[in-house]
């Protein structure tokens, strides 16, 4: 592997971080969200898949509904063809999230 590096261009260390970005979207980004599905299934009893923890919105469900957002943000083709395979998180737990009261207000503002 070719060295990447702060202090390079983008166009020194190009074809490194093509390949970074496809294993992030291969391996990571599928990591992640088959284990914050597996939460959310197994809190499914007391939060409906709407809470990684208990029945009401925490520090943790902000921080990673924070994360998938920004995920949609800079790979939006990679999140929507994985959308179908984490039916809690996005089916459930990131619109829920995103229309909590005081939360919607400050997404709107």
């Known amino acids: ?5 702060m202090s390079l261009y983008y166009e020194d260390q ?13 391996k990571r980004i ?16 007391q939060g409906q ?6 029945d009401s919105l925490s520090y943790a469900d902000l921080t990673v509904w924070h994360v998938l957002s920004g995920l ?5 083709k990679e999140m929507e063809a994985r959308k179908k395979d984490y039916p809690l998180l996005f089916g459930n737990f990131y619109d ?3 229309e909590t009261k005081g939360i919607k207000e400050y997404l709107a503002s």
């Open 1 to 5: 592997a070719e060295y990447m590096g």
């Open 96 to 98: 829920s999230v995103k």
């Open 14 to 26: 190009k074809e490194e971080s093509l390949k970074k970005a496809t294993d992030f979207r291969e």
């Open 30 to 45: 599928p990591k992640f969200l088959k284990y914050f599905e597996r939460v959310l299934k197994g809190n499914e009893a």
């Open 49 to 54: 898949g709407k809470f990684l923890v208990g």
């Open 72 to 76: 949609e943000f800079a790979f939006p």
